[in-house]
């Protein structure tokens, strides 16, 4: 098979789906692969808050990439809306921190960044947010923290990639490459083998894999994380709450996200007993009022996870046209946008958005 003028992504989550998007703007035709039916990873698994959080822990590599995306979320999602009739349910949400001892880090890292931050105490709490627990006295809140609804995200996409003539592949698995000269020549696929110029790898946790074989060590391992949902009225729950890596999530129709663990339990999407009481323990002290609610399901995604959640973006060393972009760890709604429009910078050839040696794939 010839597909030399178009570019192939492979993986078919958050990542690769806005960067099929970013080639398809581009000019380019995009044929993009996914192994299943696209978007059931990680991408379908997470909470959608679009804000690493604790951001002030996150070295700047990872922040750049929240500030740019953070810009461009509005308008993709608008038009996401207009073109497709799915609305990905951007909401402005804001956060409430309620950890203790975060303030001063808290606060230098949104005067750098020019983020709205104010410290509030029980009474503002109060007002905020009605049904939160009474033993918090103070927090943070950060009202410009906004959230998508991931399955929704994902379907407004993909409609939209169709849209414009993306050529999806799913259910056909890459198992590896093949390169003459140190440059890409093809893919060996389950549906058999593809000969191809240019490729975008956004495979998520299971990148590692999948370039094992080309040399490059890349260090992007599955943590799991799981999720409880519960179904509430709307309006229960009005912000983005947050303590101790626990947080809620409220969704516009009532239901409302808990997350999440983190397990290094490799490629295992099992979810667990205690995995469930923790994570509903954690909500009903953030929220007493949940304890009338019901727990509608629970499951587990695999997150690519990568050292200090830096993303892996750049071409291979070894093998000039396959860029990838993964290692998103816990913040590829967050970083993605940014993200693949960087990769899509690399893969073109153009002048990239960022600094790209951060995330280079042979960096220490
Ligand atoms: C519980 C939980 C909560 C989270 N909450 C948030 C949050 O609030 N905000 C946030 O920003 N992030 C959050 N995340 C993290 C975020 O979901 C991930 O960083 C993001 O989804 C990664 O996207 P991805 O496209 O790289 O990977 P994935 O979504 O995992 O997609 C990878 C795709 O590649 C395909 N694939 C793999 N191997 C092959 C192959 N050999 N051939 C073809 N296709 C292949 C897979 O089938 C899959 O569809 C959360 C994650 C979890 C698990």
Same mark, same amino acid.
């Given at each position: 098979?010839?597909?030399?003028?178009?570019?192939?992504?492979?993986?078919?989550?958050?990542?690769?789906?806005?960067?099929?998007?970013?080639?398809?703007?581009?000019?380019?035709?995009?044929?993009?692969?996914?192994?299943?039916?696209?978007?059931?990873?990680?991408?379908?698994?997470?909470?959608?808050?679009?804000?690493?959080?604790?951001?002030?822990?996150?070295?700047?590599?990872?922040?750049?990439?929240?500030?740019?995306?953070?810009?461009?979320?509005?308008?993709?999602?608008?038009?996401?809306?207009?073109?497709?009739?799915?609305?990905?349910?951007?909401?402005?949400?804001?956060?409430?921190?309620?950890?203790?001892?975060?303030?001063?880090?808290?606060?230098?890292?949104?005067?750098?960044?020019?983020?709205?931050?104010?410290?509030?105490?029980?009474?503002?709490?109060?007002?905020?947010?009605?049904?939160?627990?009474?033993?918090?006295?103070?927090?943070?809140?950060?009202?410009?923290?906004?959230? &998508?609804?991931?399955?929704?995200?994902?379907?407004?996409?993909?409609?939209?990639?169709?849209?414009?003539?993306?050529?999806?592949?799913?259910? &056909?698995?890459?198992?590896?490459?093949?390169?003459?000269?140190?440059?890409?020549?093809?893919?060996?696929?389950?549906?058999?083998?593809?000969?191809?110029?240019?490729?975008? &790898?956004?495979?998520?946790?299971?990148?590692?894999?999948?370039?094992?074989?080309?040399?490059?060590?890349?260090?992007?391992?599955?943590?799991?994380?799981?999720?409880?949902?519960?179904?509430?009225?709307?309006?229960?729950?009005?912000?983005?709450?947050?303590?101790?890596?626990?947080?809620?999530?409220?969704?516009?129709?009532?239901?409302?996200?808990?997350?999440?663990?983190?397990?290094?339990?490799?490629?295992?999407?099992?979810?667990?007993?205690?995995?469930?009481?923790?994570?509903?323990?954690?909500?009903?002290?953030? &929220?007493?009022?949940?304890?009338?609610?019901?727990?509608?399901?629970?499951?587990?995604?695999?997150?690519?996870?990568?050292?200090?959640?830096?993303?892996?973006?750049?071409?291979?060393?070894?093998?000039?046209?396959?860029?990838?972009?993964?290692?998103?760890?816990?913040?590829?709604?967050?970083?993605?946008?940014?993200?693949?429009?960087?990769?899509?910078?690399?893969?073109?050839?153009?002048?990239?958005?960022?600094?790209?040696?951060?995330?280079?794939?042979?960096?220490?």
């Amino acid at each position: 098979m010839q597909n030399h003028d178009r570019i192939h992504v492979i993986g078919g989550g958050i990542i690769g789906l806005l960067s099929a998007r970013e080639l398809l703007a581009a000019g380019r035709s995009v044929v993009l692969f996914d192994r299943q039916e696209l978007g059931r990873e990680s991408s379908w698994a997470g909470g959608g808050i679009l804000s690493p959080l604790y951001p002030w822990r996150y070295p700047a590599a990872v922040n750049r990439l929240a500030a740019v995306s953070r810009a461009l979320y509005p308008e993709l999602c608008q038009r996401l809306y207009h073109n497709t009739g799915i609305d990905p349910e951007w909401v402005s949400s804001g956060l409430l921190v309620l950890d203790d001892n975060e303030r001063e880090a808290a606060k230098n890292w949104a005067e750098s960044e020019s983020i709205c931050l104010e410290p509030v105490d029980a009474l503002s709490l109060r007002s905020l947010e009605p049904v939160l627990a009474g033993r918090f006295s103070q927090g943070l809140w950060m009202p410009q923290i906004a959230q &998508v609804r991931n399955p929704r995200l994902i379907a407004a996409l993909k409609h939209d990639l169709l849209r414009s003539g993306g050529d999806f592949r799913e259910n &056909v698995a890459i198992q590896g490459f093949s390169g003459r000269a140190g440059r890409l020549q093809g893919l060996v696929t389950s549906a058999g083998d593809v000969s191809v110029k240019q490729c975008l &790898v956004a495979a998520g946790a299971w990148t590692a894999g999948l370039l094992q074989a080309r040399g490059v060590p890349l260090p992007i391992e599955p943590v799991r994380g799981q999720m409880l949902l519960f179904r509430c009225r709307p309006g229960l729950v009005r912000h983005i709450l947050l303590r101790d890596y626990h947080y809620v999530i409220p969704r516009r129709d009532g239901r409302l996200l808990v997350g999440s663990t983190l397990e290094h339990v490799g490629f295992d999407k099992t979810t667990t007993v205690e995995a469930r009481e923790a994570l509903q323990q954690a909500a009903l002290e953030l &929220v007493p009022a949940l304890a009338d609610c019901e727990i509608e399901r629970h499951w587990a995604g695999l997150r690519p996870g990568s050292p200090a959640g830096i993303p892996f973006i750049g071409e291979h060393p070894g093998l000039k046209g396959l860029v990838v972009c993964a290692g998103h760890y816990r913040n590829g709604f967050a970083l993605g946008p940014a993200s693949a429009r960087l990769a899509v910078d690399l893969v073109l050839g153009r002048e990239p958005l960022l600094d790209p040696g951060p995330y280079r794939l042979d960096r220490r």
